[in-house]
């Protein structure tokens, strides 16, 4: 063989193998101070990978995964109790979830796994996402009886967790004062608040929202909706008003209960009277 067919094929194998790198997709792991990144191969070869098979509420079923204990992803950075790991997904869609579930102490309330998808096993496309899977990483969560955890929490199409501060630490400006009691529903709208809302809209510029409009100012909506058709906009956006652009996604009793949406709504109406 000469040498020009070497080099040729050489420079075919660089291109091939630089294309399968390419196409691995990576899971980074940071807090403040340190990045680790995983691959999909990394992560299925690991000693901790288990088959978890669990009642999907994104798939709307019953579905097997083989995942990665969080908690062990998470060993040895940085974590204080009241911070977040913020979620990113593929689409830079991002999700606040508090430390103390991830690093839930007792695994029979609720246990987070990293699903990875394996390239040679897809999983199936998610409903109403055309053909894209929840991969390559999906944050999945074996529940126990009693525990809650929102269903914004199953972060699919996951490519980072980032540790930061909580979102009350970030943005004072959204907390409840000292004087509203524990079990209060504007305690609890906060939290859902949290939860589901803040990915998308700000408050009075706290969060980091981008999709939907600012909720505290120039105004807050309970001061320009009858609170029947703001609680039923926020169940339901498309049964008061349609345009080809709507992107706020309604919410289902199952994820949002009528209390839940009287709460976030107490929480908007207790913050619409601060100055
Ligand atoms: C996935 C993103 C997303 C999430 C999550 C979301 N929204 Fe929205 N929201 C939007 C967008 C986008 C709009 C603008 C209208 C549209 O395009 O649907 C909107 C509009 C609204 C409006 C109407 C504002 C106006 O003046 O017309 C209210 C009120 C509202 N959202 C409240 C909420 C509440 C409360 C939650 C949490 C339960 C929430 N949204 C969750 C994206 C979202």
């Known amino acids: 063989m000469s040498w020009r067919i070497v080099a040729v094929v050489l420079a075919l194998a660089c ?39 669990i009642a999907d509420p994104v798939y709307g079923r019953a579905m097997t995964y083989r995942a990665v204990p969080v908690t062990d992803l998470l060993s040895g950075l940085k974590i204080a109790a009241d911070d977040d790991v913020q979620t990113r997904a593929t689409d830079n869609f991002s999700i606040g979830i508090p430390v103390r579930l991830l690093l ?23 409903p109403k996402q055309g053909t894209a899977s929840a991969g390559p990483f999906y944050l999945i969560w074996k529940i126990g009886s009693g525990a809650r955890i929102s ?5 699919y199409h996951l490519a980072a967790l980032t540790v930061v501060d909580g979102p009350l630490e970030r943005w004072p400006a959204l ?15 906060l939290q859902r608040y949290l939860e589901v809302c803040i990915a998308c809209h700000r408050f009075k510029g706290a969060g980091e929202g981008e999709q939907g409009p600012d909720l ?14 703001l609680k039923q ?12 652009d709507m992107k706020m996604p309604g919410f289902a009793k199952s994820r949002l209960s009528d ?11 207790y913050k619409a009277k601060q100055r």
């Open 216 to 229: 505290g100012q120039p105004m807050n909506p309970v001061q320009y909706f009858q609170l029947p058709a």
């Open 175 to 189: 907390a409840v004062g000292a004087e509203v009691p524990a079990n209060d529903p504007v305690r609890i709208g």
């Open 233 to 244: 906009l926020i169940r339901n956006p498309a049964s008061l008003r349609h345009w080809p």
């Open 15 to 53: 291109v091939v193998l630089s294309r399968a790198q390419a196409q691995e997709a990576i899971l980074t792991v940071a807090d403040r101070g340190s990045t680790r990144t995983y691959t999909e191969r990394e992560l299925l070869a690991r000693a901790d990978v288990q088959t978890v098979t």
């Open 259 to 269: 209390s839940d949406v009287d709460a976030i709504v107490a929480w908007l109406a």
């Open 151 to 155: 269903s914004e929490y199953w972060a």
């Open 104 to 126: 839930e102490s007792k695994p029979a309330e609720a246990q987070a796994f990293i699903a990875i998808e394996d390239p040679a096993a897809p999983w199936p496309p998610l």
